[in-house]
């Protein structure tokens, strides 16, 4: 028996290759699939099973791509009551590959449908060796029970049953194979290690050790972090079987004169996908702002609308092309074309630009402290303000700019920062959109502010997916 993981960065997602000799089960794919296709060619087996524990909602899963591309059956939860050919599994199904053994556990809570695989390796003992549990529990978390507007207690409620009553009832030495790990939002704190065991996690992990069901329920309903927008949509396009890629219209290279035409339309999104400082000197009026290496699928997913077709701005085609297979795990099929000669062909083409001045943490600070009207936008998220914030600084999370900009004076100088430059870009461009023209981004961000000095270091800023802290540090500055 063998185990492959695949990590997948920016949406923090792990699949596997569960492999015999022959055959070969391929759980929770995404949805560029080439990398299963390769190994398992590699292998020297043949995929025959796709496993899928639920409806994911961060993603568009591989399961309907895969399926074409390798002829192997889907398994999918019963309860999902999906719309593609599928076999239906339901609580104490199971079935052979090769000399595993694989049983059905239900174990509803992240989502109403969800399952898990448990496998046994009948070539050495009947015991279970694995467990491949979705988004039910990862390493320090368990998936996050509050998707489902007006279901969050009761979900929860199950996630506690499937947890005690379930999960921990298996052998303490049953490895645990998450589908998730640290940087991703269907928990709150997972850990960055990506595999673990039962009995580590019955020790260590925080939610495993809360004993009383009520407590459970208000610790896993509140205070969660913001869902994504395409959170919502995910679930659907997976439950109804999402297009396959091969099937989608390939992205075009587009002069300046098509994009102009195209950029002039309702329906189309501008996407700069270059770096802040980049898109800072100039960029294409209305564009939105997301660096390609920021976590660019996760806030593309969350900022731009899914009606519109989308135009690419980039550094040069691999930048587009990497940019088209990370919105199509997001659901963003719709992407027109990328400007073919970029920003230096639209300059030197006399075309009109805009621009977001850069700031320094240096100059920030000599702001803040001499005499100054700044306004300072914070568009982290409200536990890391919390952490760690500059005095008089306002707290507005990116993705809630797009209501919330009318809390702020467009005739009001206002700088705009996060931890780094990347997400404040993203704001400031959600403003320029709005209206906004005297606004600053600050370069190096929190992680900039204490570098230089002016703070304590913000653990948040620094590793973006330490768990959350209860703590609050506020960097006072004297006038």
């Known amino acids: 028996m063998i185990i492959q993981q695949y990590f997948t960065e920016g949406i923090a997602h792990s699949s596997y290759i569960l492999s015999g000799n022959r055959t070969c089960a391929v759980i929770d794919p995404r ?33 309907i791509d895969l399926a074409e591309r390798t002829g192997a059956k889907i398994y999918a939860p019963k309860t999902a009551e999906c719309d593609f050919e599928h076999i239906p599994l339901s609580e104490g199904d199971s079935f052979m590959i090769e000399d595993m053994k694989i049983e059905v556990l239900e174990t509803p809570g992240h989502t109403p449908e969800h399952i898990s695989y448990i496998v046994a390796d009948t070539s050495r003992g009947e015991e279970p060796v694995a467990l491949f549990c979705g988004d039910t529990l990862f390493v320090g978390d368990v998936g996050r029970p509050d998707l489902f507007p007006g279901r969050a207690e009761e979900l929860a409620t199950k996630l506690y049953h499937s947890l005690h009553e379930k999960i921990l009832s298996l052998p303490d030495f049953c490895e645990v194979y998450p589908a998730h790990g640290a940087g991703s939002l269907c928990g709150r704190a997972m850990a960055s290690k990506r ?28 205070s969660m972090p913001d869902a994504p927008d395409h959170f919502s949509r995910c679930t659907g396009i997976n439950k109804e079987g999402p297009l396959p890629i091969k099937r989608l219209v390939p992205i075009k290279a587009l002069n300046n004169e098509d994009f102009v035409e195209l950029a002039g339309r309702k329906d189309t999104a501008i996407l700069d996908i270059r770096s802040f400082e980049s898109f800072g000197g100039q960029h294409i009026r209305n564009a939105y702002s997301i660096d390609l290496n920021s976590n660019f699928a996760t806030y593309a997913g969350w900022l731009i609308p899914p009606d519109k077709n989308i135009l690419l701005v980039t550094d040069n085609y691999g930048q587009a092309l990497e940019a088209c297979i990370q919105l199509h795990r997001v659901g963003l099929d719709m992407i027109e074309g990328f400007l073919e000669e970029g920003m230096f062909g639209w300059v030197t083409a006399g075309l009109e630009t805009s621009h977001v001045p850069q700031i320094s943490i240096v100059e920030l600070h000599r702001k803040i402290t001499g005499v100054s009207d700044l306004v300072i936008v914070d568009v982290r998220s409200a536990s890391e303000y919390e952490n760690f914030h500059i005095h008089n600084s306002i707290n507005i999370p990116v993705h809630e700019l ?33 209206g906004f023209e005297k606004i600053y981004n600050v370069a190096g961000g929190m992680t900039g502010y204490a570098a230089a000095g002016y703070g304590p270091e913000c653990p948040r800023c620094v590793l973006p997916w330490a768990p959350f802290s209860d703590s609050k540090n506020t960097i006072k500055e004297d006038a």
């Open 402 to 434: 797009r209501e919330r900009f009318n809390e702020l004076d467009k005739n009001a100088e206002i700088a705009l920062m996060c931890g780094s430059g990347q997400r404040s870009s993203m704001g400031c461009s959600l403003l320029k959109q709005k």
């Open 31 to 63: 949805r560029d699939t080439d990398l299963y296709v390769q190994h398992a060619r590699e292998l020297g087996v043949r995929i025959t099973h796709i496993l899928e524990t639920h409806l994911h909602a961060d993603f568009i899963s591989g399961h």
């Open 195 to 222: 595999t673990s065991t039962i009995g580590y996690e019955r020790l260590y992990n925080y939610a495993l050790n809360i004993k009383k069901i009520n407590d459970f329920i208000d610790i896993l309903t509140n």
